[in-house]
DNA sequence: GACATTGCTATGTCTGTCGTAGTAACTATA
DNA sequence: TATAGTTACTACGACAGACATAGCAATGTC
């Protein structure tokens, strides 16, 4: 296992690309290219996932649409920046994941972990 | 926000229920008063939550069902107990526990996370 | 005897993820 | 300039885990 099932992520990938819309607007894309990079290729984010998140969010209101091109119809990209309903939503799960991370760690062993590694 | 949305745990009740049957073999309603207190009740499974996910576990063989009942048309609850796969799946659970961790942490911001706290 | 708690089953819905497929523009290369 | 590879998306359907709702029977408590 080198790679993390989604199913964990779940919940946390509107995080992960509103955290890297704070710093600068963006597409699809460069952002899939960022998470890989930034998470060193553990975790790859599938295009579906990816896109499927941008029309919730939107229709959440925590981002928005637009375009560099100012002929709509020649535009090739679809450029989203982060609104303030995002940010907040953004802090908020940031709190969220202090609290899971205490939660779930009740619940994990870490002794024998590199043991197990050894025999493996 | 004082409890966690269950999505975000979503992969990890499996989890958290094996752990407590490393201890001793159990059953659902224990289980569940267990989790709620280990955790000061910030998560508060689902019954619906975890009577599937027995039988999911049981499915997969991480887990087996007995009673202590001799008289099995008498019996109240269903006790279950962990299995050797039960175990690997745990522990490599918790493998991939580390490795959530890190990835979504390079995308939370703790800066920031108190002054919110002070001005809700 | 009434009421709360315990312990569980059945059924269906919702949502996020993902597989598969397809399209079109742009880029590099030979 | 033909071709292959990369970029940048959209559409559709399947699946699985969490959960709402409902129901039911045994046990405990006053």
């Known amino acids: 296992m080198t790679q993390i099932s989604s199913d964990v992520i779940r919940g946390y990938t509107d995080t992960m690309i509103l955290f890297l819309l704070l710093e600068n607007p963006s ?3 460069e952002l899939s290219k960022q998470i890989r990079e930034l998470t060193l290729e553990k975790y790859i ?3 579906t996932t ?3 998140a941008f029309s919730r969010m939107q229709k959440n209101g925590y981002i928005e649409a637009f375009s560099y091109e100012a002929d709509e119809s020649r535009k ?3 450029y989203y920046r ?3 309903a995002g940010k907040n939503y953004y802090q908020e799960k940031c709190r ?4 899971t991370k205490e939660v779930v760690e009740h619940f994990i062993k870490y002794s024998d972990l590199a043991e197990q590694e050894d025999t493996r």
Do not use: V
Not at 96 to 99: K, N, P, S, Y
């Open 27 to 29: 597409y699809g894309y």
């Open 45 to 47: 984010i599938k295009e």
């Open 50 to 52: 990816l896109y499927s």
């Open 76 to 78: 090739r990209r679809t």
């Open 82 to 84: 982060i609104t303030e």
């Open 96 to 99: 969220e994941w202090t609290l």
